[in-house]
Nanobody, 128 residues
Framework: QVQLVESGGGLVQAGASLRLSCAAS????????MGWFRQAPGKEREFVGAISRSGSGTWYADSVTGRFTISRDNDKNTVYLQLNSLKPEDTATYYC?????????????????????WGQGTQVTVSS
């Protein structure tokens, strides 16, 4: 079993930055491919981006490409989501998710249904 705990959310103004963290436990972190998702009230969950278990591979949704960056520190069992140039439409609960990777260290899971383990979420609110 894998436990995921997100942190770092908050209330910011448009144009600001935040860094979200997701601490994992329960499995060797370097065996897990990670993803970030978000869900705004009344909207479907959106797959924001993903990172391979080594960190060498990343993928981003078009809506966040160029503004958000995913990284990981396998020594700290933590994955990060750097959010820059935030917009009011980025307001959502952000979730990290994990899947035990069955592929090479650079493989990125781009299917949201691939993810098995989920955190409880952290709220990001961007005011205009």
């Amino acid at each position: 079993q894998v436990q995921l705990v997100e942190s770092g959310g908050g209330l910011v103004q448009a144009g600001a930055s935040l860094r979200l963290s997701c601490a994992a436990s329960g499995r060797t972190f370097s065996s897990l491919a990670m993803g970030w998702f978000r869900q705004a009230p009344g909207k479907e969950r959106e797959f924001v981006g993903a990172i391979s278990r080594s960190g060498s591979g990343t993928w981003y949704a078009d809506s966040v490409t160029g503004r958000f960056t995913i990284s990981r520190d396998n020594d700290k069992n933590t994955v990060y989501l750097q959010l820059n140039s935030l917009k009011p439409e980025d307001t959502a609960t952000y979730y990290c998710a994990a899947v035990l990777s069955a592929y090479n260290s650079a493989f990125v899971y781009k299917g949201s249904r691939d993810y098995v383990y989920w955190g409880q979420g952290t709220q990001v609110t961007v005011s205009s």
